[in-house]
C-alpha cells in the first residue's frame, strides 16, 4: 500500500484537469498567437482558463500572467517591481519564513543593492503585522508575505498587512501557492497588489503558475521576447497547462467548501492519534491558524531524514526540511526561525493530506507510523539522551 | 567488552521495510558493482549516497581540478542516483555534513596545524560511513551495510569474533583504512568486493551493464580540490574565522644549524623531499615537523629512519587487548611495505611498535596498522 501525505509538495493531476488538457497537446495544438482559426481555438483556450483563475481569486482576467510556475511567478513579482522603481534607495520587507523563491530572490535584490528587512516570526510561526508595520521605512516599496507556510501551514494575517501596506501606500505581494484550493483567496479583500500561484499545488500539472498583477501596478519584465502576456512575461503560452491551471483553479473554487473540512476531519484524525500513541511528540506551529491539510510534528530523538526514507520503505510518502541539490536533506529554515533547535528541527516530519486521501489510507497510516517511529528511537542515541534528559 | 555483538538476524524480525542490505553509493564503479552485484543475486537492497561536504562552502576553491573528482560533487551523486533507476532499488542521499565536519574536517585540518599528516578516509570510515551511516541503515531497517571496499571480514568460528582481512588482490587492498572497525561494526559489514581483482570487477561492471561502469576512478582526498590541501585548510580556516597557522618560521638541521625559512608547516610533512625552497648538494627530507618552536627540522635520509613508534586509539581486532608483545608485520602509510616488528599494548588504547629494522619517514597522524599474514590484528594512529 502506498500512502501519498506529500501534497504540500505536489499533487496528483484530478482527472477532470488531464481530460481538460488532454485535447490541447496534438489536435488544438495552435499557437494562441497566430491570427489563423487552429491560433484562436488556442487563444480561446488561455482566455478560458484566464478567466477562471481570476475568478479563483477575486481579480480581472487582465491581472493574470500566466508564469512556469509559483517560483517565477515570485521572482516577477519581486525583481519586476524592484526594477520598476524609480526611487533611488529601495527597501524590501519579507519574513523569515518564505518559501526559497522569495528567501533566494530577495538575496539576489540584496546582492543587486536593495536593502531587505527579514521580519521573524513567532514560536506559532505566524508573523505579526505590527513587526512588518515597524520595519516600514520611507524608501519601502514592497512588501512581501506568504499566506500559508509550507512546510507547518501557519497562515499569515494577510489582510491586516494589506492594510499596513495600504496606509504606506508600498506595494504588496503574497505569495499563495500553499493556500489556493485551502482558503477562500481575494485579492481586495486581502488587499494584495500582487499574489503567486502554482497549478501543480491544486491538482494541476507541474510547469505552470499565475501572478496576479493589480492594474495600475508597473511591473518590469524580467525575460524578453514577444509580446505575450501583455509585455510581462515573453514565451508562447503553455496552452495545455495553462489549460490544466484554468480547470485546477477551477476545481478549487468551486470544491472548497467540500475539500476543506474533509481533508482537516482526516488531518486532525491523524495528528490526535500520533500524538496519543507515540512519546515526545509536538506540533510545529500554531495548530488553529493553519491550513486544513498540513501537520509537522517533531518526535524527539528520532531524525527525520531516517524516519521519512524508513517511512517511504514500508509506503508512506511525506517530508522533512528541504531537499538541498543533491536530494539530500537540510534543516528547515521555517523550524529553526520558530525557535526549535537544529536536532528538533531534524526530527521533525511534515505530513501533508490532499483531495485524493482517503480515511482508510489514514488508517494506515496511524498504524505504520508509529511503528517506524519506535525501531528508530530504539536504535539511536538521541533518543537515549533525549530519555534521560527528561 | 563484549565478546561477539547481536547477530544481525535479531533485527530483521521487526525490519518491516524488508530491506536486507543497504549499499553505501559513492556513484564510483566499485561501489556502485556491489550495488548491481547484491540487486542480481536477488538480495533486497537499499543505496544510499552521503551528503558530506557542501562545496560551494568554499567558493574560492571552485577553480581547482576538475569539479567531477570531488566529494559529493553532483555529478557522483547522479551517477550513484542513475545506477538505483537503472537497477530500479531504492535510493535515497542522506546528509551527513554536520558530522562530516566534526569528525573528518576539523580533526584533518587541526592534525595538520599540530604538524601530524591525518588520513581523513579512516576518520570517515570510522565515524561515519560505519557509524552514522550504520545507524542510519539500520534505522530503515536494513541489518548489514555493504560497501565497495577491497578487504574482507571472516567470522571465526572458534573465537566467535569477526576477523579483518586483506583483499584478495594485493594492489587494491585498503584494508589499511579500515583498522577501527569495531566488532559490532565488522559484523554488520559486507565487502563483496574482497575476493575480486579490479579487472574483475570491472568485468562484473561491464556484464551487469552498470552505468558507470567506464568511469575513472579517483584517488584524492574526497573533499580537497586537486589535492591541494593546503588551500583547503587555509579557506576553511578563513571561513571560521579562525587565525591562519603562523606563516614563516626557520628551517633548521637536525645539528641545529639555520638553513632557511619555511612558509608555514602546514605545508609539509615528514619525509617531504621537495618544495623545501633551498638547494644543498645532497637529498635533504623533513624529519620532524616542531609545532613547539615553529621549526621544521631536516636531514638525510639516515635522520629519518626510526625504530619505533607509539600510537594511540589502538582497536584490536581477532582478539582483545594482549596481554604480552604480539609479533606482527606493520604498515605505516598505505601502499608502505609493511615491515616485522613487535607491538605491545601499553594501556587500554595505547600501543608501542618496535621495528626489526628502522622505518624510514614515520609520520605522526597516519595509522601503524598491524598484520599477521592477511589477518589485521588491529592498528591505531602514530603519535
Known sequence: MSIYLDHNATTPVDPRVLDAMLPHFAGAFGNASSIHSAGQQARAAVDAARDSVAGLIGAKPAEIVFTSGGTEADNLALLGIVAASATPRKHVITTAIEHHAVLNTCQQLEKQGTDVTFVDVGSNGIVDPEDVRRALRPETILISVMHANNEIGTIQPIAEIGRIAAEADVYFHCDAVQSAGKLPLDVNRLGVDLLSLSAHKICGPKGVGALYVRSGTPLAPQTFGGHHERDRRPGTENVPGIVGLGKAAELARTRLNEDSPRVAALRDRLEAALLASISMVRVNGDRKRRVANTTNLAFSGAGGEALVIALDLVGVACSTGAACSSGAVEPSHVLTAIGLSHDEARSSLRFSLGRTTTAEEIDEAIATIPRAVERLRSLSPLATSAVTAR | ?383
Open chain 2, 1 to 383: 567488552m563484549n565478546p561477539m555483538p547481536a547477530p544481525a538476524h535479531t533485527e530483521s524480525a521487526h525490519a518491516a521495510s524488508g530491506i536486507a542490505v543497504a549499499v553505501a553509493m559513492s556513484g564510483g564503479v566499485d561501489s556502485s558493482t556491489v550495488a548491481a552485484m547484491l540487486h542480481d543475486r536477488g538480495q533486497s537492497i537499499v543505496g544510499l549516497t552521503m551528503q558530506l561536504w557542501n562545496q560551494r562552502r568554499l567558493p574560492q576553491l571552485q577553480g581547482d581540478g576538475p569539479a567531477q573528482h570531488r566529494c559529493c560533487s553532483l555529478d557522483d551523486v547522479y551517477d550513484a542516483r542513475r545506477v538505483a533507476e537503472h537497477f530500479g532499488f531504492p535510493f535515497y542521499v542522506v546528509n551527513f555534513e554536520r558530522e562530516f565536519e566534526q569528525t573528518v574536517i576539523r580533526p584533518f585540518v587541526g592534525d595538520y596545524l599540530e604538524g601530524r599528516t591525518p588520513i581523513p578516509c579512516t576518520l570517515c570510515n570510522n565515524h561515519v560511513k560505519f557509524d552514522q551511516l550504520l545507524l542510519t541503515a539500520r534505522q530503515i531497517g536494513a541489518g548489514k551495510i555493504a560497501t565497495g571496499h577491497y578487504a574482507r571480514v571472516r567470522r571465526n568460528g572458534e573465537t566467535g569474533r569477526y576477523e579483518l582481512l586483506c583483499a584478495r588482490d594485493e594492489s587494491k587492498d585498503q584494508s589499511y583504512f579500515l583498522f577501527g572497525l569495531t566488532q559490532e561494526q565488522l559484523a554488520r559489514t559486507e565487502f563483496p568486493l574482497g575476493e575480486l581483482t579490479k579487472q574483475e570487477v570491472r568485468e562484473i561492471a561491464r556484464r551487469l551493464a552498470v552505468p558507470v561502469a567506464e568511469k575513472p576512478e579517483s584517488q584524492e582526498i574526497c573533499f580537497v580540490p586537486a589535492g591541494n590541501y593546503v588551500r583547503f585548510i587555509e579557506g576553511y580556516l578563513q571561513e571560521q574565522g579562525s587565525a591562519l597557522p603562523a606563516d614563516s618560521g626557520e628551517i633548521v638541521s637536525v645539528s641545529g644549524e639555520i638553513l632557511g625559512r619555511h612558509n608555514g608547516l602546514h605545508h609539509y610533512t615528514v619525509g617531504q623531499r621537495r618544495g623545501l625552497g633551498f638547494a644543498t648538494g645532497r637529498p635533504v627530507y623533513v624529519v620532524e615537523i616542531d609545532r613547539a618552536r615553529n621549526r621544521l627540522i631536516v636531514g638525510e635520509d639516515g635522520d629519518l629512519r626510526r625504530a619505533a613508534c607509539e600510537v594511540r586509539d589502538v582497536n584490536w581486532i581477532p582478539f582483545e587487548r594482549p596481554g604480552a608483545p604480539v609479533s606482527a608485520r606493520v604498515r605505516i602509510r598505505n601502499r608502505h611495505e609493511p615491515a616485522e616488528a613487535k607491538v605491545e599494548a601499553t594501556g587500554e588504547t595505547t600501543a608501542r611498535v618496535t621495528f626489526r629494522q628502522p622505518q624510514r619517514a614515520i609520520t605522526p597522524g597516519q595509522a601503524a596498522v598491524f598484520y599477521s599474514g592477511e589477518r589485521v590484528l588491529g592498528g591505531g594512529w602514530i603519535r
